[in-house]
């Protein structure tokens, strides 16, 4: 028994470093920032119908002016042609870039209707447009045909960034948009969407990518 105890730990310390050395790499490496003359956003690299592509909202790339998508490391990728959704706040880029390995594609999630409600999930982005990606931890409520309602507390600038589910690490949205809830809604009192003098009640939306191919963009 004990011979088998020594190979077993010489097994498991063999093993270990070499699961270690494939970690995978931080996803704040494969969010950038998009900065304009008039604002700023997000956005993120993924493998998007069997390409390598930069994925955002429409209303960062066409309501900035003179938008720029520029990393973590402050590296700028040069574009000259954007894929806009005709139905969705979505946009795709075909970047050209050298440094793939080290700035990996996000998945996407094939099925995040087959999601179990509050589930983990997490929005990256440049919050606040203040020049750093950041990671906000929430939950996943709610889904319909083209978005999903997550808690997490994005906020202005995280649009176009992913939100994540935790567990798998893979994209379920697009960080898109916020209703705040306004008091004098006397049907909300005692649910989550109850806004009053004291407190105002917000809800964030993230729009789908599952499903959709680039020929569904223009």
Excluded: W
């Excluded at 997550?150 to 379920?172: H, Q, R, T, Y």
């Amino acid at each position: 028994m004990s011979v088998l105890r020594g190979f077993l730990y010489a097994l498991l310390l063999a093993v270990v470093p070499a699961a270690a050395g494939k970690e995978a790499l931080p996803v704040t490496r494969s969010v950038c920032l998009v900065k304009g003359g008039n604002g700023s956003g997000s956005g993120f690299f993924a493998a998007f119908d069997g390409q390598s592509v930069f994925i955002t909202n429409n209303h960062v790339l066409l309501g900035l002016k003179d938008p720029k998508i520029v990393d973590i490391n402050g590296r700028e990728y040069p574009f000259d042609k954007v894929y806009a959704s005709p139905d969705r706040d979505l946009a795709v880029v075909l970047l050209r870039r050298e440094n793939s390995a080290d700035m990996p594609d996000l998945q996407i999630h094939s099925r995040p209707d087959m999601l179990k409600l509050n589930t983990g999930a997490a929005a990256y982005g440049n919050s606040l447009g203040d020049g750093v990606v950041v990671r906000a931890p929430g939950r996943f409520l709610g889904i319909g045909p083209e978005v999903i309602e997550v808690d997490a507390p994005f906020v202005s600038g995280n649009s176009g960034g992913p939100v994540l589910e935790e567990s798998s690490g893979k994209v379920i949205g697009v960080a898109t948009y916020c209703r705040i809830l306004r008091s004098g809604n006397a049907t909300t009192i005692g649910s989550r969407f109850s806004s009053g003098k004291y407190n105002t009640a917000i809800r964030r939306f993230a729009t789908r990518l599952d499903g959709l191919k680039l020929k569904d963009f223009q």
